[in-house]
């Protein structure tokens, strides 16, 4: 079968003939692929830079997808880590951790969607104890997970959703409340729940300025760290934990059991077609220019 295939951590992958995969349990089944989304955590799946990820190549990168079950189905994945990813013609799936579409889904915009939707709707749903009326920050909104976030977060019943970024420009496209820039952040200070999409140095600074700024430091904070295009560290001051009522956890594989997110995936697909989600289909022939691509903003999806 043709896949895309990953031989070097950093390197695009390429189309090329790859061995089908089995199945070896009897939960699990060989699916013809419609649709898999090149998504940030795909990428670092593909860099090596993730930390579920083992070192084992070569790979074919992709975490979720869309593909026809034997008994004709069309059904949404979700893959554990595996190094037999979702980019190929066919792809070996556990029917635990799928759930079946509608005959008149959009598979790309599934594709496109269910993994940066699902950061933000089980950051809210299972990892912190949300509330309707909460106020709430995206720090990085202006990529393609933090404006499906805001989207998110209105939806789940928040009552004020502050979109934040660097870029003024791209600010302008995020269906928040209120948008900052980060040098703005004060403004944002009173918020009860900050969904992290940055991490690095922009965080640290973030985190000064919100609890230096709060207005009642003792009214909860809850920060939820999610992604990092920023950096995968930051420098945490100890005033930070000490002067205000934060709370700091992380959202993602592992600290947030597979059974729960796949709990999630029901209501999630329920929604997905509510949210503004820009997608573009590639063939797979052409993954290796897609992935090159860094600069737009579109969600590409590969298809077989």
């Known amino acids: 079968m043709r896949a895309a295939v990953v031989t070097g951590f950093g390197t695009p992958p390429t189309c090329r003939d790859f061995a089908e995969p089995e199945p070896t349990s009897p939960d699990e089944v060989l699916v013809d692929v419609v649709a898999a989304g090149l998504h940030p955590r795909v990428r670092s799946q593909a860099d090596g830079s993730h930390y579920t990820e083992s070192g084992e190549l070569p790979l074919v990168p ?11 189905t069309l059904r949404y994945f979700v893959l554990p880590d595996t190094s037999m990813g979702a980019m190929a013609e066919r792809t070996v799936v556990d029917l ?3 759930v079946v579409l ?3 889904a959009d598979p790309v915009l599934v594709a496109a969607g269910m993994n940066p939707a699902m950061s933000a709707w089980v950051a ?5 104890e949300f509330t309707a ?5 995206v720090l990085g909104a202006t990529g393609n997970a933090g404006r499906l ?14 979109g934040a970024g660097r870029d003024a420009g791209r600010l302008t496209a995020v269906e928040a409340d209120e948008t900052l820039t980060f040098d703005e952040l004060g403004k944002a200070a009173d918020v009860d ?7 690095g140095p922009p965080t640290a600074e973030a985190l000064r300025t919100i609890v230096t700024e709060r207005a009642d430091r003792s009214r909860p904070l809850t920060w939820v760290e999610i992604g990092s295009v920023a950096g995968r560290t930051t420098e945490l001051p100890s005033a930070a934990l000490r002067a205000a009522r934060l709370q700091l956890v992380g959202s993602g594989q592992g600290s947030v059991p597979t059974r729960d997110i796949v709990a999630e995936l029901h209501a999630l697909l329920k929604e997905i077609g509510t949210f503004r989600i820009d997608a573009r289909a590639v063939a797979l022939q052409d993954v290796e220019s897609a992935w090159r691509d860094t600069a737009s903003t579109q969600r590409v999806v590969v298809t077989p």
Request: proline share 4%.
């Open 193 to 199: 729940v900050v969904l992290d999409y940055v991490w």
């Open 62 to 72: 992709g975490i979720d997808g869309v593909g026809r079950a034997p008994d004709g």
């Open 124 to 128: 809210l749903r299972r990892r912190i």
């Open 149 to 162: 976030a805001v989207q998110v977060a209105k939806h789940l019943g928040a009552g004020r959703v502050i």
């Open 96 to 98: 635990r951790r799928s």
């Open 133 to 137: 009326g909460q106020d709430v920050l």
């Open 102 to 104: 509608p005959e008149d």
